[in-house]
């Protein structure tokens, strides 16, 4: 058996022993679970105690986190080389919140010259985009008419939507310079909802793709750019575009002026691009230093990952654990619940950010896995989620390992609201891990005055199996620093994971199949061709049916 294969067999090895799964015997033998699987970093605290973690377990999972290369790759990645093999290219998403020469590009991984610094043109962009932000701001950049700006609507989807859109609800305050609006499916109901709420004098149209071929948003912004050409005329159109892209030819040939064009390159992956110029919106509407915040929060869980050592690397613990859940115990699916309104949209960034990541089948070397990679990722904020699927997580026959994101200090004066939620999660967390014994929701159901055949009647459904793990991750404040560091805890453990599980954790090839059959179905459903799918004619069939 190689060192590898002798690592994994360690892991299982632990996994099989009896009590392995154990939460609540492991909080009950142990009251300093807290202090000795606390980590901090990056201005967050991390806690595993409500896990089945042991010294043991933590051990191995380094250990096979060393024999699978996880740091190497880490380092491979700050060094700019071609961590996303199938698509050669670098993933330099650190480039954008670093300072300047920290990061060059390695020359195997294309895109840049040779030993490149990626940072200066990072800068250079960054400096283009303050200018324009301020000048929005100041209103000496106003729509055709010379009326100020009022409104931002950001045409894009996945990640030229979700980061921008979670960021910006998180930190959005009343006051703020701009409303942000963010269009992201082709359903024009989408755009229907916003429309109304918009005066086209007053409307800043960003138009955010990285590739600018997305058929989804190539068309949502063909339907504003007419709409602003309705209201305002042609001529008057270019005032209130801009794009964030990499494709320069595309953005020119659709009429946006090269000067109103924020590019960034392809070693910044799409759901990594919060921090480039796809993060326009949210410094349009929130202001240009909460931006800076954003980056430098983000910067800091960097340089934490960059340095820590494993056994305090934030990250890499987060992933670890995943490992353990996974791999281990044979736990498919994670729940993400944020317990703070603002964060209602980071399970979405995050479905997109862990999921179409690490839902791969075959290793960078194109072999079929071995081990099981990314789970299922779903959440909604506490304590909505509560009402919701939270009887599945706690009495669901397989356990679903869950994330809490707590937030101290509040941004509003409601103290007492502020302890019911917090004591709400903290509550979750415990009846997670310790459950309720068929002794316990007896003895309960019994001092409560039920009689002997209703408490039999009733004891299995009110117990709770308990062990069931959770992940606390605790912000002090809901900062633009601090939901920085956040995201990008979780990016860098994506990329861990990635090396963990030897897939690659860069590239997206399993979304392309599905926009490849639309192309050939449009002209199906528009009556021009035949599909060639014999269900999918059947549905054109009843679809084209009820349109006559
Ligand atoms: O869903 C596939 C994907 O390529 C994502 O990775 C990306 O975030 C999204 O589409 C949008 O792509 P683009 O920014 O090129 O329009």
Known sequence: ??????????????????????????LDAEPDRFARLARRGGGLTLDLSRTALTDEVLDALLALASAQGVTRFRDAMARGEAVNGTERRAALHMALRGPAGAF??????????????????????????????????????TGA??????????????????????????????????????????????WEAIRPGLDPATTLVLVASKTFTTQETMAN??????????????????????ALSTNLAATASFGIAPERVFGFRDWVGGRFSMWSAIGLSIALACGWDVFAGLLAGAWAMDEHFLAAPDEANLPLLLAATEVWHVDALGYPARVV?????????????????????????????????????????FGEPGTNAQHSFMQLIHQGPTPVPVDFVLVARPDHAQADSHRILLAHALAQAEALAR????????????????????VDRLAPHRTF????????????????????????????????????????????????????????????????????????????????????
Not at 514 to 534: C, F, H, N, V
């Open 221 to 242: 912004a063909q339907l504003v750019k007419a709409w602003l050409a309705a209201a305002l005329g042609d001529a008057a159109v270019g005032a209130h575009l801009a």
């Open 104 to 141: 060059r590009v390695a020359p195997q991984a294309g895109g840049h010259a040779a030993g490149e610094d990626a940072s200066e043109e990072v800068h250079a962009t960054l400096d283009a985009m303050r200018r324009f932000v301020l000048a929005v701001h100041a209103g000496t950049v």
């Open 145 to 190: 008419t010379g009326a100020r700006f009022t409104d931002v609507v950001n045409i894009g989807i996945g990640g030229s939507d979700l980061g921008p859109a979670m960021a910006t609800r998180a930190l959005w305050r009343h006051g703020m310079p701009l409303r942000a609006h963010y269009l992201a499916n082709v359903d024009a109901h989408a």
């Open 465 to 548: 199996p308990g062990d069931r793990p959770s992940v606390s991750i605790l912000l002090p404040a809901l900062t633009p620093e601090a939901l920085g560091a956040l995201v990008a805890l979780y990016e860098h453990k994506v990329a861990c994971l990635g090396a963990y599980w030897g897939i690659n954790p860069f590239d997206q090839w399993g979304v392309e199949l599905g926009k490849q059959l639309a192309g050939g179905i449009l002209p199906a459903l528009e009556g021009r061709a035949a599909a060639s799918d014999a269900a999918t004619a059947a549905m054109i069939g009843e679809i084209r049916k009820l349109w006559s």
């Open 337 to 377: 619940l944020p317990y703070d309104e603002r964060l209602a949209r980071l399970p979405a960034h995050l479905q997109q950010l862990e999921m179409e990541s690490l839902g791969k089948r075959v290793t960078m070397a194109g072999d079929p896995v071995a081990v099981q990679t990314g789970p299922v990722v």
């Open 1 to 26: 058996m190689d060192d590898l294969a002798a690592a994994w067999d360690r892991v299982r090895r632990l996994a099989a022993r009896p009590g392995a799964a154990a939460v609540r015997a492991r």
């Open 435 to 454: 459950g309720r014994t068929e002794a316990e929701a007896r003895a309960e159901m019994a001092k409560a005055g039920l009689d002997a055949a209703e």
